[in-house]
Protein backbone atom coordinates (compact mmCIF):
# COMPACT_ATOMS: atom_id res chain seq x y z
CA UNK A 1 0.00 0.00 0.00
CA UNK A 2 1.77 3.34 -1.21
CA UNK A 3 1.72 5.95 1.62
CA UNK A 4 3.43 9.50 2.34
CA UNK A 5 3.33 11.57 5.44
CA UNK A 6 4.99 14.81 5.82
CA UNK A 7 6.21 15.75 9.32
CA UNK A 8 8.30 19.05 10.48
CA UNK A 9 7.77 21.71 12.54
CA UNK A 10 3.75 23.87 12.52
CA UNK A 11 5.76 27.38 13.33
CA UNK A 12 8.97 28.30 11.89
CA UNK A 13 9.91 32.06 12.78
CA UNK A 14 10.55 34.99 9.64
CA UNK A 15 14.30 34.33 8.02
CA UNK A 16 14.82 30.78 9.51
CA UNK A 17 14.93 27.42 7.78
CA UNK A 18 12.43 24.84 7.41
CA UNK A 19 13.21 21.34 7.39
CA UNK A 20 10.07 18.94 6.21
CA UNK A 21 10.36 15.32 5.77
CA UNK A 22 8.59 13.15 3.62
CA UNK A 23 8.56 9.54 4.79
CA UNK A 24 7.22 6.73 1.94
CA UNK A 25 6.23 3.10 2.59
CA UNK A 26 5.13 0.86 -0.79
CA UNK A 27 7.40 1.78 -3.01
CA UNK A 28 11.30 2.68 -3.19
CA UNK A 29 12.41 6.04 -4.10
CA UNK A 30 14.98 4.78 -6.45
CA UNK A 31 11.70 3.48 -8.68
CA UNK A 32 9.35 6.82 -8.83
CA UNK A 33 9.65 10.40 -8.57
CA UNK A 34 8.49 12.52 -5.48
CA UNK A 35 7.14 16.07 -5.34
CA UNK A 36 6.83 18.94 -3.29
CA UNK A 37 4.00 20.86 -3.78
CA UNK A 38 2.23 23.65 -1.33
CA UNK A 39 -0.88 25.51 -0.98
CA UNK A 40 -1.28 29.25 0.79
CA UNK A 41 -4.21 29.44 3.07
CA UNK A 42 -7.32 30.02 0.72
CA UNK A 43 -4.80 29.96 -2.53
CA UNK A 44 -3.86 27.31 -5.31
CA UNK A 45 -1.02 24.78 -5.54
CA UNK A 46 2.18 25.77 -5.81
CA UNK A 47 5.26 23.43 -7.50
CA UNK A 48 8.20 23.32 -5.34
CA UNK A 49 10.17 21.08 -6.76
CA UNK A 50 11.08 17.02 -7.33
CA UNK A 51 13.85 14.56 -6.85
CA UNK A 52 13.89 11.60 -9.61
CA UNK A 53 14.19 8.17 -8.60
CA UNK A 54 17.49 9.15 -9.86
CA UNK A 55 17.81 11.69 -7.30
CA UNK A 56 18.25 14.49 -9.68
CA UNK A 57 16.77 17.15 -9.05
CA UNK A 58 14.07 19.95 -10.48
CA UNK A 59 13.06 22.88 -8.96
CA UNK A 60 10.45 25.75 -8.92
CA UNK A 61 12.27 28.79 -10.80
CA UNK A 62 11.10 31.78 -8.04
CA UNK A 63 11.90 29.25 -5.38
CA UNK A 64 15.19 27.72 -6.53
CA UNK A 65 17.64 30.03 -4.66
CA UNK A 66 16.40 28.77 -1.16
CA UNK A 67 15.23 25.70 -1.60
CA UNK A 68 16.74 22.19 -1.56
CA UNK A 69 15.13 18.46 -2.03
CA UNK A 70 16.97 15.80 -0.88
CA UNK A 71 16.49 11.89 0.41
CA UNK A 72 17.91 9.10 2.31
CA UNK A 73 16.72 5.89 0.02
CA UNK A 74 17.79 3.39 3.14
CA UNK A 75 14.95 5.23 5.29
CA UNK A 76 12.57 5.79 2.55
CA UNK A 77 12.73 9.73 3.46
CA UNK A 78 12.34 12.76 1.05
CA UNK A 79 13.52 16.01 2.30
CA UNK A 80 12.86 19.37 1.97
CA UNK A 81 14.93 22.30 3.21
CA UNK A 82 14.42 26.12 2.33
CA UNK A 83 16.12 28.86 4.01
CA UNK A 84 15.26 32.85 4.70
CA UNK A 85 11.41 32.01 5.24
CA UNK A 86 8.94 34.70 4.66
CA UNK A 87 5.36 34.81 6.15
CA UNK A 88 4.04 34.23 2.28
CA UNK A 89 5.76 30.92 2.99
CA UNK A 90 2.66 30.16 5.47
CA UNK A 91 0.65 27.57 3.70
CA UNK A 92 -0.01 23.29 3.60
CA UNK A 93 3.03 21.48 2.15
CA UNK A 94 2.30 18.46 -0.02
CA UNK A 95 4.35 15.70 -1.11
CA UNK A 96 3.53 13.24 -3.67
CA UNK A 97 4.18 10.55 -5.76
CA UNK A 98 3.62 11.38 -9.16
CA UNK A 99 0.66 13.49 -8.57
CA UNK A 100 -1.17 10.47 -8.09
CA UNK A 101 -0.48 9.13 -4.14
CA UNK A 102 -0.54 11.83 -1.86
CA UNK A 103 0.01 13.07 1.27
CA UNK A 104 -2.32 14.36 4.46
CA UNK A 105 0.14 17.61 3.87
CA UNK A 106 1.39 19.36 7.24
CA UNK A 107 0.68 23.13 7.66
CA UNK A 108 3.45 25.30 8.33
CA UNK A 109 3.28 29.06 9.60
CA UNK A 110 5.73 31.40 9.24
CA UNK A 111 5.12 33.96 12.45
CA UNK A 112 7.37 35.25 15.29
CA UNK B 1 8.24 28.67 -17.19
CA UNK B 2 4.99 27.86 -18.83
CA UNK B 3 1.88 29.15 -17.58
CA UNK B 4 -1.10 27.64 -17.64
CA UNK B 5 -4.76 29.55 -18.01
CA UNK B 6 -7.66 27.97 -16.53
CA UNK B 7 -10.89 29.26 -17.51
CA UNK B 8 -13.27 29.97 -16.14
CA UNK B 9 -12.40 30.59 -12.73
CA UNK B 10 -15.93 29.86 -10.92
CA UNK B 11 -18.30 27.20 -12.23
CA UNK B 12 -21.73 26.88 -11.08
CA UNK B 13 -23.55 23.78 -11.48
CA UNK B 14 -26.51 21.90 -10.75
CA UNK B 15 -26.29 18.04 -10.58
CA UNK B 16 -26.79 16.63 -13.40
CA UNK B 17 -25.34 19.23 -15.46
CA UNK B 18 -22.29 18.71 -18.10
CA UNK B 19 -20.11 21.09 -17.78
CA UNK B 20 -15.93 21.91 -19.39
CA UNK B 21 -12.92 23.64 -17.87
CA UNK B 22 -10.28 24.86 -20.07
CA UNK B 23 -6.89 25.13 -19.55
CA UNK B 24 -4.32 27.06 -21.94
CA UNK B 25 -0.73 26.98 -22.06
CA UNK B 26 1.50 29.36 -23.22
CA UNK B 27 3.58 27.32 -25.18
CA UNK B 28 3.01 23.35 -27.11
CA UNK B 29 2.87 20.90 -24.36
CA UNK B 30 3.60 17.96 -26.81
CA UNK B 31 7.57 16.49 -25.03
CA UNK B 32 9.81 14.91 -27.98
CA UNK B 33 9.35 12.19 -26.78
CA UNK B 34 5.77 12.17 -28.24
CA UNK B 35 3.67 12.32 -24.91
CA UNK B 36 1.59 15.30 -23.80
CA UNK B 37 2.49 15.94 -19.86
CA UNK B 38 -0.71 17.49 -19.32
CA UNK B 39 -2.82 16.18 -16.22
CA UNK B 40 -5.96 17.48 -14.26
CA UNK B 41 -6.87 16.81 -10.55
CA UNK B 42 -9.42 17.27 -7.73
CA UNK B 43 -9.04 19.17 -4.68
CA UNK B 44 -11.89 18.59 -2.47
CA UNK B 45 -12.74 21.17 0.89
CA UNK B 46 -10.54 20.00 3.29
CA UNK B 47 -8.72 17.31 1.45
CA UNK B 48 -5.82 16.48 -0.67
CA UNK B 49 -5.95 16.63 -4.07
CA UNK B 50 -6.64 13.99 -6.28
CA UNK B 51 -5.42 12.88 -9.67
CA UNK B 52 -8.16 12.84 -11.98
CA UNK B 53 -6.74 12.66 -15.67
CA UNK B 54 -3.04 12.33 -17.24
CA UNK B 55 -1.24 12.25 -20.30
CA UNK B 56 -4.37 14.62 -21.66
CA UNK B 57 -7.19 12.31 -21.91
CA UNK B 58 -6.14 8.76 -19.75
CA UNK B 59 -8.62 8.61 -16.70
CA UNK B 60 -7.15 7.59 -13.34
CA UNK B 61 -7.75 4.03 -11.73
CA UNK B 62 -11.13 4.74 -9.77
CA UNK B 63 -12.11 7.60 -11.16
CA UNK B 64 -15.66 7.39 -12.64
CA UNK B 65 -16.18 7.58 -16.70
CA UNK B 66 -18.16 10.87 -16.64
CA UNK B 67 -14.52 12.44 -16.55
CA UNK B 68 -12.72 12.81 -19.72
CA UNK B 69 -9.91 14.87 -20.68
CA UNK B 70 -9.06 16.03 -24.26
CA UNK B 71 -6.91 18.68 -26.50
CA UNK B 72 -3.21 18.84 -27.83
CA UNK B 73 -0.74 21.27 -28.23
CA UNK B 74 -1.36 24.42 -26.34
CA UNK B 75 -5.22 23.97 -25.65
CA UNK B 76 -6.72 21.21 -22.95
CA UNK B 77 -10.44 20.43 -21.66
CA UNK B 78 -11.59 18.70 -18.68
CA UNK B 79 -15.03 17.43 -19.51
CA UNK B 80 -17.51 16.09 -16.53
CA UNK B 81 -20.78 15.00 -18.21
CA UNK B 82 -23.21 14.87 -15.09
CA UNK B 83 -22.26 17.06 -12.20
CA UNK B 84 -22.60 14.66 -8.82
CA UNK B 85 -22.46 16.35 -5.47
CA UNK B 86 -19.19 15.02 -4.86
CA UNK B 87 -17.70 16.32 -7.73
CA UNK B 88 -17.55 19.82 -5.93
CA UNK B 89 -14.22 21.56 -5.49
CA UNK B 90 -11.42 23.09 -6.99
CA UNK B 91 -9.84 21.73 -10.22
CA UNK B 92 -6.42 22.24 -11.25
CA UNK B 93 -4.41 21.41 -14.46
CA UNK B 94 -0.82 20.52 -14.37
CA UNK B 95 2.19 20.27 -16.56
CA UNK B 96 5.16 18.47 -16.66
CA UNK B 97 6.50 18.49 -20.35
CA UNK B 98 8.96 20.98 -19.50
CA UNK B 99 10.90 21.90 -16.16
CA UNK B 100 9.65 23.16 -13.89
CA UNK B 101 6.27 21.69 -13.65
CA UNK B 102 3.51 24.57 -13.36
CA UNK B 103 0.09 24.45 -12.32
CA UNK B 104 -3.04 26.51 -13.42
CA UNK B 105 -4.73 28.91 -11.18
CA UNK B 106 -7.66 26.36 -10.66
CA UNK B 107 -11.41 26.44 -11.48
CA UNK B 108 -14.20 26.30 -8.06
CA UNK B 109 -17.01 24.38 -9.27
CA UNK B 110 -20.23 24.99 -6.68
CA UNK B 111 -23.55 24.26 -6.70
CA UNK B 112 -25.59 26.73 -8.45
Known amino acids: QVQLKESGPGLVQPSQTLSLTCTVSGFSLTSYNVHWVRQPPGKGLEWMGV???????DYNSALKPRLSISRDTSKSQVFLTMNSLQTEDTGIYYC??????WGQGVMVTVSS | DVVLTQTPPTLSATIGQSVSISCRSS???????????LHWLLQRPGQSPQLLIYLVSRLESGVPNRFSGSGSGTDFTLKISGVEAEDLGVYYC?????????FGAGTKLELK
Open chain 1, 51 to 57: IWSGGNT
Open chain 1, 96 to 101: NRRMVY
Open chain 2, 94 to 102: VQGTHAPYT
Open chain 2, 27 to 37: QSLLHSNGNTY
